[in-house]
């Protein structure tokens, strides 16, 4: 017997899936968190370029060219007294004054870069005021800048477009920054997502190995361990693997293998003494038939003798004695030879031979000839197949089933029809019916029992043998019988079975049994 397996993890299967869920909720909670962040920094500082940065930027550019449009109109006006470049100066002032206050408000969280703003307006309004406004009073009066006053408003203008290309230069940095930070946050949300589909991925895996380790193995192995105890294989003895619920399982299967297999010690035990027991009630029946013959054939004989020759020479009823006594011998005799028939199924028979059916149906028909006659029966008949068999015994079967149907007839002349069939099994399917008086339903089962009778000896004779010696005779050459439904109005259905295979070796059980 194999020794199972107890591999049981200890712990239960609720507290196993818990576990796995609580772990898997862990690691998609961080995952998210970490995702979530990255898409944060990501977006914050896309939003700090675009909403601050640049617009800083592009403001720089135009405060500028603000300064540039000013410096333009002023010197043309001072040289030329031209109104047409009155209109420059006062647009460049009007977009330089726009221009510093939406860089105050860009770059409020830049408190350097407004210092240097600060310089770079403090430098517009000294160079707006010391030069450019005077020399455009100057022209208004008619009055030329002179060469000292342009050098000096030309060296004022370089010195403010040079603090403006700093702080130009210092958003230009910023934006580089910023543009860096937004790559360094799309590449850390990039790989962060990688990792999180990684652990995604390792995750399920892991999910998928551990529900299989702990889980799917256990209940197939469990599923394979009661389909092999299904099967018949009952010294296999079930794993206790897997979870708490699995194991225990598999010690419930065990549990009821082993009351499966003290049950199946029990009827073993119980079927060998069921077949000794058959075997000695055989034998007895055997030979007490046997003995009987005899002492029995010499009572009837003595009895038929007191008949022939004492008979009217005694009073009535001494007659009427001798002929209950030459009756009772009779049926005795015949009870006997029934019984010597019955328990030599299977005892004389040493091995099958091939024997044709239709040979077999007619020597049954001979024998009963007489009755045949007697009672006007009509036999129909289709060919019958050969099969493996005992000759004698098959004989017998057909004899007993027309005979029945002969014996237990209605009011109409006995019809005995004899069918053959393939049942797709292997079987050949043999159907003896009648126009007789039938078989009620319920006693179906009961006429294959030995000594069984539905009538009385007055109405039908017989010893009540006949049909418990067909089945004997089927069940020897390993068919069924039974009784069939009959749909062809009264009367009776007998349906046995013969095998197809023509091997002439009987079943080992059956093989020969010298008589005593």
Known sequence: MTAGRDGGTGRSLRSLVQAILVGSALVLVVSVVAGAWSYLSMVQARQRLADHVDPALTSAMRLRAATGDQQSGARGYSFTGDEDFIEPWIRGREEADEALRDLRRLLEDHPEILDELDEVEAALRVWQTDWAERSIDNARRG???SR????????????????????????????????????????????TLGLVLATLAFLIVAVAVGLRRLVLRP?????????????????????????????????????????????????????????????????????????????????ASFCQMLQRRYHGQLDERADTYIEYAVDGARRMQELINDLLTFSRVGRTTNRFELVELDAVLDTALRNLSAVIDESGA????????AVAGDRALLVALFQNLVGNGIKFRGEEPPVVRVSVADDGEGNWEVCVSDNGIGIPEEYRDRVFVIFQRLHGRDEYPGTGIGLSLCRKIVEFHGGRIDVADHHDGPGTSIRFTLPQDLSSQPPRDHQEVPAP
Request: glycine share 4%; net charge negative.
């Open 143 to 145: 009055e030329r800048t």
């Open 148 to 191: 000292a006053d342009y050098a000096d408003g030309r060296v004022r203008f370089t010195e403010l477009r040079e603090q403006l290309d700093e702080v130009v230069g210092q958003l230009r940095e910023l934006r580089r920054d910023a543009r860096a930070a937004l790559d360094d946050a799309s590449s850390r949300l990039v790989v």
């Open 219 to 299: 209940i197939e192995r469990v599923v394979d361990d009661a389909g092999r105890i299904a099967m018949g294989d009952l010294d296999h003895v079930p794993a206790h693997i897997g979870a708490e619920e699995l194991a225990e399982l598999g010690r419930s299967l065990d549990h009821v293998r082993a009351a499966l297999v003290a049950q199946l010690r029990e009827v073993e035990a119980r079927e060998a003494e069921l077949t000794r027991s058959n075997a000695e009630l055989e034998q007895f029946a055997y030979v007490a038939s046997h003995d009987l013959q005899e002492p029995l054939r010499k009572v």
């Open 378 to 385: 009509t036999i129909e008949r289709q060919p019958l197949p």
